[in-house]
């Protein structure tokens, strides 16, 4: 105070208020009810005056806490809550977070209390594959859920998977339910996932992987690897199998007992030579093996423990046992020694339960169901036939797998904070044995028909399946084409998760595929039924000899084997096209000539060669067969071929002088190249057509000059006496090691058609001739001389109805558009119409028949007959079901010809629709409108006839308006020579004999 003089200071008052103390308590309820809290020390809590922190302080061990000193106001108390804790309301506090606190002045405001919770629930997860065992390839889906069954949402909760490395290619996908958020919707591998799981919400994860093929170690225990006829003693032990000889006799004896190595074909593995027989290798027989004709010998196999058998094979178990087929009884057990003749753990097998092979697996035996993998003992006996002087056979090999399992482990885990409260069901395991696969392996094959006719193509359809449980890896698939089936084509379309199969192929089938659980391959072959599809039987001819490098030109060399003969001789032709015979030299390497032109044959040059003159070997056969390979040894440079295969009278004994002519009417030939210079097997004649004539020369349009070598030997396909007549196409599916196939008696599946041969009509100028009638007339005796020509019909032959017609048994004339009986030529789809790219001509019956009669085309006034009877002829013999198509597409054949045919008369006859083309009316037809005049006659002196039509501007008038027509046209002696080879069974451009 400043106090001026005389004057007065007032008002200097004081004014004091009393303080106030805020104050209160933080617990927890650990039970979530009105009892059992307890005190929190640590929690942080704040005074606000408004929005102002003016004050902090946390609670004590008691969980207490205090603001003193505080003036009068209003004032907010907030408590931030420890990590884990959750604010709660309960009777014990209403309270939330936040109090608002009124403070009188000198008061004191206590029971500011708080209570939090922990967050807490039960987490829990499951696992499962629905399995129990499981097997390398096999696909396997986990479903996993993992859930909180509540009170407290549970935040950052991790979900993990940690795939074994023995399962492959593992993908999951999730979907969360009931408020479950933050899953990753699909991944590859492990799983390792924080998710949001709410009360009452889950999540299921799809878990799909597959066993890895290596899951179980497989060994093989070969026994028949060893020296043949050594004495073993009386155990030996094959990587980890161990294999005794014994004999039984009040007991399993060892005396003089030893177990017998035998290694030749069909006889390999393990024989016992017992007490009692004679010397194995002096006395010859079959006492070395495990047999029942002196004592009852026995030979015992142990495993390792944990293992499991998958296949055991016998070898040498032929025919020739007592009774007829040799027996054997495999016995198992856990007792090292049991009592065999009270053992009921047993089946029997015999000789034909492989088929014709002695050797196999017992494994994969229908017997073989009840068999059990993990018996530690097998033993091996002879019979139960009688003992005789040849009831035995070999233990050959056995293969054994380590089992294993396939354990696979889930884990929820809570985030931090979060209480668990039933830990217990955080984990779920799924445990499967691994075990070697199983499955019924399965093939069926059908092309949907009985009989076939030569030429027809066939279509298979091959289906082989897995109907088992496991996965079958490296399965193979095989078919072996007959040889009177050419030009096969297949495809294949895997279903079901079926992988690993070739896509397409030509030729034998030997694909190694993966059929899992379920799945299946479809293939589709596709064929041509050979033109000579009679039985045949292989031979090899061998062609080596030890002759000079020169003699005398022109010698013939004989060569036979398995009934069949043939000689061979020499030729070589200049580049001016002058032939002359060579010598033919007989070496170890096989044959080869030595022309005019390289003096005594020195320095390499008495091979077949192309170096100067061409050289030919001339093979003429003493019967008709199939020339499938020739072995080209001795090659230097290159080994390409030229190959011809031709029908001749009886060449063996009239013996031909090549040359360009002969060569020319060969009717096939072929040229085989290859890009190696080693020596090779020279695959021929991929059609099977069969001759009694070949040649193979050096390859002749070369002009490198360096293909060289010798003909060691020649594949053939021989002609079986009485031979069926039929095409038999067997497919197999073959089991992979270490998988048992649980029904081997649908491994394989055969499908058999007859061959028919397809009637025949040959030229038929004498049809309606009087001095054929009596051919026709079905007597016996009243057959012409003809008929002992070869292929010459011993019948009439009707047109076949067209089934496929709008209007069964009859065609639509392209001119009247009426349907009417006869003969659409050109329809090759046989629907009894003219489709869109067909060319064709429609012939009443009665104009077939007077196109055929003789008399109406006499001395060639009008060759317009002489090919319409062609093209009548070769239609009947097309629906007579003769094949029309060679194997090559771009073959000018019968199917060629033909339509040279229609569209030779379709220049030269009228046009009576308006189509640009002619119809085929001929002179003299009856039942047609058109004039006679509208269709001048063509003659045989016509360049049409003999050289061909390029267009129709050089026809005569009508003709000439046949603007439609295909040009430019083969001449019509051309097309009626061909068509006559055709109805004559001469073949046309790959030499087959398809009518006739």
Do not use: C
Request: zero cysteines; charged letters at 15%; aromatic letters at 8%.
């Amino acid at each position: 105070v400043t106090l001026p003089a005389g004057g007065n200071s007032t008002g200097n008052n004081f004014v004091d208020e009393r303080l106030g103390t805020i104050s209160g308590n933080v617990k927890e309820d650990i039970d979530n009810n009105d009892s059992g809290d307890v005190n929190l020390s640590g929690v942080t809590i704040e005074l606000l005056s408004g929005t102002t922190v003016i004050a902090s302080t946390t609670t004590d061990a008691s969980g207490n806490y205090s603001f003193t000193n505080q003036p009068a106001g209003t004032y907010i108390v907030k408590q931030t809550n420890l990590g884990g804790y959750s604010d709660v309301s309960d009777t014990d506090a209403p309270n939330d977070n936040l109090i608002d606190v009124t403070l009188p002045a000198g008061g004191n405001s206590t029971g500011n209390n708080f209570v939090d919770e922990r967050l807490n629930g039960d987490l829990s997860i499951t696992k499962t594959d629905g399995l129990t065992t499981v097997s390398p390839g096999q696909k396997v889906t986990y479903t996993i859920v993992v859930s909180n069954n509540g009170p407290n949402t549970a935040t950052n909760a991790l979900v993990s998977d940690t795939i074994p490395t023995t399962l492959t290619n593992v993908m999951w996908t999730s979907v969360a339910a009931g408020g479950a958020t933050d899953n990753q919707a699909s991944g590859t591998g492990n799983i390792n996932d924080l998710v949001t799981l709410t009360s009452g919400s889950s999540i299921t994860y799809t878990v799909m992987g597959t066993v890895a093929a290596n899951a179980i170690t497989n060994k093989l225990s070969d026994f028949g690897l060893g020296t043949d006829d050594t004495n073993l003693g009386q155990t030996v032990t094959v990587n980890g199998v161990k294999a005794d000889a014994f004999y039984i006799n009040s007991g399993y004896q060892t005396t003089n007992t030893v177990l017998w190595q035998r290694n030749e074909t069909n006889d390999h593995g393990l024989g016992v030579w017992s007490n009692g027989e004679p010397n194995p290798i002096t006395s010859g027989g079959d006492v070395n093996e495990l047999s029942n004709q002196l004592n009852q010998e026995v030979i015992r196999l142990t495993k390792t423990a944990g293992e499991q058998w998958t296949s055991l094979w016998v070898s040498s178990l032929d025919g020739g046992g007592s009774g007829g087929a040799e027996k054997g009884t495999l016995y198992w057990s856990n007792s090292a020694t049991p009592t065999l003749n009270t053992l009921t753990t047993k089946f029997t097998f015999q000789y034909g339960d492989f088929g014709s092979s002695v050797e196999g697996n017992i494994l994969g035996l229908t017997q073989s169901a009840s068999f059990d993998k993990n018996a530690q003992y097998l033993f091996f006996v002879a019979g139960p036939n009688t003992a005789g002087t040849n009831n035995d056979y070999l233990v050959w090999k056995a293969t054994t797998a380590s089992g294993t399992t396939l354990t696979n482990t889930a884990t929820v885990t809570a985030p931090n904070g979060f209480i668990d409260t039933n830990p217990n069901n955080n984990s779920a395991t799924d445990t499967d044995t691994i075990v070697a696969p199983t499955g019924d392996l399965s093939i069926t094959k059908t092309d949907g028909v009985t009989t076939v006719t030569p030429g027809q193509k066939l279509t298979y359809t091959i289906v082989v399946s897995n109907n088992g449980s496991g996965t079958a890896t490296d399965a193979l698939v095989s078919d072996t084409i007959p040889n009177n089936l050419t030009g096969v084509t297949w495809t294949s379309v895997a279903n079901g998760g079926a992988t690993g199969n070739e896509a397409s192929g030509t030729g034998n089938i030997n694909d190694l595929v993966t059929l899992t659980s379920g799945s299946s391959i479809t293939y589709t072959v596709m064929g041509t039924i050979a033109a000579n599809p009679l039985a045949y039987t292989p031979t090899k001819i061998n062609l080596q000899g030890d002759s000079a490098l020169d003699g005398p030109d022109g010698n013939i060399r004989t060569f036979s084997a398995s009934g069949v003969s043939v000689k061979a001789s020499a030729f070589s032709r200049s580049t001016s096209g002058t032939w002359s015979s060579a010598f033919l030299g007989s070496f170890s390497s096989g044959l080869g000539v030595t022309d005019s032109s390289e003096g005594n044959g020195d320095n390499g040059t008495h091979r077949v060669d192309n170096n100067g003159r061409d050289n030919y070997v001339l093979f003429e056969f003493s019967e008709s067969v199939i020339v499938d390979k020739a072995f080209l040894d001795s090659v230097v440079g290159d080994s390409d071929a030229t190959v011809w295969i031709g029908n001749f009278s009886d060449p063996f004994n009239n013996h031909l002088t090549l040359s360009d002519s002969v060569l020319n009417s060969f009717g096939f030939s072929e040229i085989n190249t290859t890009s190696s210079s080693s020596d090779r097997s020279a695959n021929l004649n991929a059609t099977k057509i069969a001759g009694n004539t070949l040649v193979i020369a050096a390859r002749t349009d070369d002009s490198s000059n360096n293909d060289n070598f010798k003909i060691k030997s020649l594949d053939i396909f021989q002609s079986v006496s009485g031979g069926s007549t039929s095409v038999v196409n067997t497919a197999t599916v073959t089991a992979p090691t270490g998988f048992t196939d649980t029904n081997p008696n649908n491994n394989s599946a055969t499908d058999t058609d007859t061959v028919l041969a397809a009637p025949g009509v040959r030229t038929p100028g004498f049809w309606q001739n009087s001095k054929w009638q009596k051919f026709w007339d079905g007597i016996q005796g009243n057959e012409p001389s003809q008929k002992t020509e070869p292929n010459f019909p011993d019948s009439d032959l009707l047109f076949a109805p067209y089934t496929n017609s709008a209007q069964p048994g009859k065609v639509l004339d392209p001119v009247t558009g009426q349907y009417g009986v006869g003969l659409l030529i050109g329809d090759f789809n046989r629907n009894g119409m003219t489709d869109t790219g067909e060319d064709t001509l429609f012939y009443t019956r009665a104009q077939a028949l007077q196109i055929v009669d003789s008399s109406m085309h006499p001395n060639g006034q009008d060759v317009r007959y002489t090919l319409g009877r062609d093209l009548v002829a070769s239609w009947l013999n097309y629906l007579a079901a003769n094949p029309i198509d060679t194997a090559n597409p771009t073959d000018q054949d019968a199917r060629y010809y033909l339509k040279e045919g229609i569209n030779w008369l379709q220049a030269l006859t009228p046009d009576q629709n308006g189509n640009g083309k002619g119809d085929g009316y001929l002179q003299g037809l009856t039942g047609n409108e058109t004039p006679n005049s509208q269709t001048p006659r063509i003659t045989s002196s016509s360049s049409y006839w003999n050289t061909g039509i390029s267009s129709a501007s050089g026809l005569p008038s009508p003709y000439n308006l046949n603007n439609s027509v295909t040009y430019g046209v083969d001449a019509g002696s051309v097309i009626h020579d061909k068509l006559d080879d055709y109805n004559n069974g001469r073949g046309l451009a790959d030499g087959v004999f398809y009518g006739g």
